[in-house]
């Protein structure tokens, strides 16, 4: 194994020493190419032979990862020194295989993901939760029940997060993080370079007509209030809101990716704390000796070899897509991937029988056949190259896989690939016979086999024939299309505008299990952006969607009504993603991606509140407000030791209990500053001023008390007393004598009297305090 494999790092070397000299001789080109080819020829049945006989596995060991980093090496040297007479199509080949037998395949996989999650600390999989929900999902529950209804206390989260900030993209964590500056400045190159065709008046006119037809049947707030059933020593919040609180955070999932985001969001944050107390920049599991017990041998190997590789390949990794993607966009120039039209009717007519078989054999194009089977052995060895290179780096670590989706987005990966399913027909393509009889070692083989079971085939058999080469790269794009817009909100736009649902309902078609599913599931993503006229046409889809995929706690894929803000907020996810991308391979690979952090003036280097900052009360806990602090890494401040021990009671009598009417009136350039997050000013007072002040507790009762206690009264008065008619100026007369109420009416009636009555009494009782604190000073 060994000899071969430097073999052909020296027929490597011969060959691109003699294709870059100036007069190459192409004879010994050709010579130096045929030798490659053979020896990678050899090492390819070699590879696949042990690998299929169980040659690599956890107990014998994998191949060396230096192997795997020498073809990626030579892949990307082929962006510029490209020749015709290199073989591609089997460096290919053999790249698959050598990905297969250095870290193994789905089984591997799972392996690895459950010792990834013992890694970074989590609990294994619960398999009693049905429907799963992400710590987003919780957090946004809590935050809208807390508007709703202001005396809810949510339960408290077993999970260790510092800041609130980390749990979901914003303005206030880019802020937090020292990048404002850089992430105003980053651009989404793929919305730029593969636009959609469809002009953006069009899509501007559906997205008001879509606004109006949402707003026909859903209510105009998500955040509205509703009318439910109290407990008496509820304080006002219903208990199925209680209830849901509950079940959110005991169906609770943090999932590995989720957790590593959460944890590189904490230490861009608090890089300063890590600085000053001499902790190393940055801190991962290969660091770690102690985590290692908790896993075998050979998963420690195959995570430092996947850690071994992705270090060689990461600078060359933009060379290799564009690689890739290049000889996958080759596969299709000629208008289809498969085989020509003629060749699809020869093909039909070679199945009815073997007499007919062998009579068009001497008709066919033996080079068109061939040059059809190139194609679908190209498509399907780099699909699968990339679906394991985007499982594998997910495995490593979740910021390693974003930046290689990154690249396949930005590389026009999204476009390609629909382009490949819908340049040709699918349900012809997956059952179309390219193999030529008696030109196929497999073929033939099968039909020996077929001959000693039975001279005379049935009907049935003949017409079942698939073709496993189109089905296998047709499954793994849609996988891939999946696990690149998965979540991504601006990419799942991107799928819209091109246009993929017409082409994934022509995939449907082909009734495979796979295949329907990933379809399915891509669809799903794109049903809130669609539109109702699509849903309603396309109600069998959305029935198959609701049989066959995943359904998570809070999944409202079908009465999404908000989409405004989850466009949004999906820009400013992938914007934050781009520069956790680029913070952690800054730190650890490229130095040269590391963004510019931002310029702070004044005392704005102690701190930059927010609401968000705040807003961890949603998740059972209190932070710190020196936790959040965010300094430069130049900053060499030190602060009083008394004041660090008594920042709290400055902050109450300096901040949130001075003069409000002095701080409007000498202030105004101070609060126009915080109180609008893009005002830029050098100049600007360096006090931090949250962007609402810290509520310190009520003393008695608080506000919310005595408007619960009088709602009550007059819910006990409406319809306990039957008291209707004790606030005469509030009932309307005319509708009540005229017409004759319904049920439903006459409630809705009784509750409408009931908020009036109550916003009354509030309003007396409040005047009367007024008056009694007038009269007293």
Request: aromatic fraction near 8%; hydrophobic fraction near 35%.
């Amino acid at each position: 194994m060994k000899l071969f494999y430097i073999s052909i790092n020296l027929g490597f070397i011969f060959f691109f020493s003699f294709s870059s000299s100036q007069n190459p001789v192409m004879e010994e080109l050709s010579m130096v190419s045929s030798e490659i080819e053979l020896y990678i020829s050899i090492m390819y049945i070699i590879l696949e032979a042990m690998r299929t006989t169980d040659g690599f596995s956890d107990e014998k060991g994998m191949l060396d990862p230096s192997f795997l980093q020498s073809i990626f090496d030579v892949l990307s040297q082929l962006r510029d020194k490209y020749l015709k007479s290199f073989p591609v199509k089997k460096l290919i080949l053999l790249l698959w295989k050598v990905l297969l037998c250095t870290f193994g395949g789905f089984k591997q996989l799972k392996n690895s993901r459950d010792a990834s999650r013992v890694l970074n600390g989590l609990h294994e999989l619960n398999t009693a939760i049905i429907s799963k929900c992400s710590l987003q999902d919780l957090y946004n529950f809590q935050n809208e029940a807390m508007l709703k209804y202001p005396n809810y206390s949510p339960p408290e989260i077993p999970l260790p997060i510092t800041s609130s900030l980390t749990v979901k993209a914003s303005s206030g964590l880019v802020r937090a993080m020292g990048i404002s500056n850089a992430t105003a400045q980053t651009e989404l190159p793929y919305q730029t370079l593969f636009p959609p065709k469809s002009s953006s008046n069009s899509s501007t006119s559906a997205k008001i007509k879509q606004q109006q037809n949402l707003s026909m049947v859903w209510p105009p707030s998500q955040s509205q209030s509703f009318v439910l059933p109290l407990e008496r020593d509820s304080q006002g919040v219903p208990k199925s809101t209680e209830e849901a609180g509950s079940l959110y955070l005991k169906n609770m999932y943090m999932s590995v990716a989720n957790k590593q985001i959460l944890s590189e969001r904490d230490k861009a944050i608090h890089k300063w704390e890590r600085k000053k107390n001499g902790e190393f920049p940055f801190d991962d599991i290969l660091s770690d000796d102690d985590k290692w017990q908790q896993v075998s041998e050979a998963m420690e190997k195959r995570f430092k070899g996947l850690e071994q590789v992705y270090v060689s390949i990461v600078p060359e990794l933009q060379n290799i897509v564009i690689v890739l993607l290049k000889l996958l966009l080759s596969t299709v120039t000629t208008g289809t991937n498969g085989v020509s039209t003629k060749q699809q009717q020869q093909s039909q007519i070679n199945t009815n029988s073997d007499k007919s078989t062998k009579a068009t054999n001497a008709t066919i194009n033996l080079e068109e056949s061939d040059a059809s089977r190139n194609r679908e052995v190209l498509s399907k060895a780099i699909s699968a190259i990339l679906f394991l290179l985007l499982k594998w780096t997910k495995v490593s670590h979740v910021l390693k896989f974003e930046y290689l989706s990154q690249l396949l987005v930005d590389s026009g990966c999204l476009l390609l690939i629909l382009k490949i399913l819908g340049l040709q027909e699918i349900t012809s393509l997956v059952a179309t016979k390219t193999d030529v009889s008696g030109h196929s070692l497999f073929s033939a083989r099968a039909i020996e086999n077929t001959e000693h079971t039975s001279s005379h085939p049935s009907t049935s058999q003949q017409h079942t024939y698939t073709n496993s080469r189109n089905m296998f790269w047709t499954i793994n794009f849609l996988r891939i299309l999946q696990m690149l817009t998965k979540r991504k909100t601006n990419r799942v736009m991107l799928l819209v505008q091109y246009k993929s649902s017409a082409i994934l309902k022509r995939v449907l078609k082909v009734s495979h299990p796979m295949m329907e599913l990933y379809a399915l599931k891509v669809l799903k993503s794109q049903v809130p952006y669609l539109g109702r006229k699509w849903r309603s046409l396309n109600m069998r889809i959305i029935s198959a969607i609701y049989l066959r995929c995943y359904t998570v706690l809070r999944d409202d894929w079908i009465s999404k009504s908000d989409t405004d803000n989850d466009l949004e907020d999906g820009m400013l996810q992938e914007t934050n993603v781009r520069m956790l991308i680029r913070i952690y391979h800054g730190q650890r690979y490229i130095p040269g991606m590391l963004p510019q952090q931002d310029e702070p003036s004044g005392l704005d280097k102690v701190a930059d509140f927010t609401q968000e900052t705040l807003s961890l009360a949603t998740l059972g806990s209190r932070v710190s407000i020196l936790d959040d602090v965010c300094l430069p890494e130049d900053s060499s401040i030190d602060f009083d030791p008394g004041f660090v021990d008594n920042y709290e009671e400055w902050l109450q009598n300096n901040v949130y209990n001075s003069d409000t009417e002095e701080a409007d009136s000498n202030n105004d350039d101070y609060y126009r500053y915080y109180s609008n997050p893009n005002f830029q000013n050098d100049n600007a007072p360096g006090t931090p001023m949250p962007s609402s002040p810290i509520m310190s507790p009520y003393v008695g009762n608080p506000p919310t008390h005595n408007i619960n206690n009088l709602y009550r009264q007059g819910l006990e008065e409406v319809f306990l007393k039957g008291q209707t008619n004790s606030f005469k100026e509030f009932d309307n007369e005319e509708t009540l004598s005229s017409t004759v109420l319904d049920p439903m009416q006459k409630l809705a009636h009784q509750l409408l009297l009931v908020e009036q009555r109550t916003i009354k009494r509030y309003s007396d009782l409040s005047e009367d305090n007024n008056s009694i604190v007038s009269e007293s000073t």
